[in-house]
């Protein structure tokens, strides 16, 4: 059960990025089918909290500090389903696109941002083809680059 839900950060990410207005869970699983189709593009840098350092150090203390069994089995069930993401992420030699850390994402999405990149606008595209209900059957990595270029760093930043 833990090694499945780790995975409700990804709600919580779609949730951003609908900046809170689209709370479907068909459209996220969408949005996500999108993600997983382009997962071989370069300019994709997420920040999944519940897969970061911060938080599982978090957990696995909460649940030593307790001396609590299901806690602690818990953290077992989430490493489980880190390393099965990292072995994913490695086969498609993609580990760089998603921040291990809270730490990390803020000092590399920095960095992106002074290069003129904002790492959100990739995932902003992808919730304008899901919204837009004309997602093709497969779109190819390179379906939404003109939009994203039309859009500017300031207004992809959140309000």
């Known amino acids: 059960m833990p090694s499945v839900l780790i995975d409700a950060d990804h709600y919580l990410d779609f949730l951003y990025y609908t900046r809170f207005r689209d709370w479907s869970v068909k459209q996220m699983f969408r949005f996500h089918g999108v993600l997983y189709k382009w997962r ?3 300019d994709i840098y997420a ?5 970061t350092a911060e938080f599982l150090l978090a957990f696995l203390a909460v649940g030593l500090y307790y001396k609590s069994e299901p806690l602690l089995l818990a953290f077992a069930g989430f490493m489980f389903h880190m390393t099965l993401d990292l072995y994913r992420m490695n086969q498609w030699k993609r580990i760089s696109a998603r921040a291990l850390s809270f730490v990390e994402y803020i000092v590399c999405r920095k960095k992106m941002i002074q290069r003129g990149f904002n790492p959100e606008s990739t995932f902003n595209a992808a919730y304008e083809l899901v919204k837009s209900r004309e997602i093709p059957a497969n779109p190819s990595p390179e379906t939404p680059r003109t939009e994203i270029e039309k859009l500017s760093i300031s207004s992809t930043l959140p309000a």
């Open 47 to 51: 920040l999944e909290a519940f897969h």
């Open 40 to 42: 071989h593009r370069t």
